[in-house]
């Protein structure tokens, strides 16, 4: 059964940063990709970052490029996304999705939880 759970997410004024935390399970990275999305309030889901399966390419949301870096970790079988310069539109829920490959629109599983992120000060 797939499961991913996010944590990672706190409060953290404008410049800060943040590492979120995908802890992954039934299935290993070499099978699919890894994206993380974010929801503001009222607004859509939106892809943040993804990192695929095989060759371990990264794409980026425009607006995240430079700020913020996903990885993953095969053993521990877990996908970080380190996030730095926070600004206040970071503000949302981040969520960790498994995908067939980064850009797909239909993920393994379900949505978990999520975890907040809120930068203000």
């Known amino acids: 059964q797939v499961q991913l759970v996010e944590s990672g997410g706190g409060l953290v004024q404008p410049g800060g940063s943040l590492r979120l935390s995908c802890a992954t399970s039934?299935?290993?990275?070499?099978?699919?990709?890894i994206g993380w999305y974010r929801q503001a309030p009222g607004k859509e889901r939106e892809g943040v970052s993804c990192?695929?399966?095989?060759?371990?390419?990264?794409v980026y949301k425009d607006s995240v490029k430079g700020r913020f870096t996903i990885s993953r970790d095969k053993v521990a079988n877990m996908v970080y996304l380190q996030m730095n310069s926070l600004k206040p539109e970071d503000t949302a829920i981040y969520y960790c999705a498994a995908l067939s490959r980064c850009g797909a629109s239909i993920i393994f599983g379900s949505w978990g939880q999520g975890t907040q992120v809120t930068v203000s000060s």
């Open positions: 990192i695929s399966s095989n060759d371990g390419s990264i």
């Open positions: 039934g299935f290993t990275l070499d099978w699919y990709a």
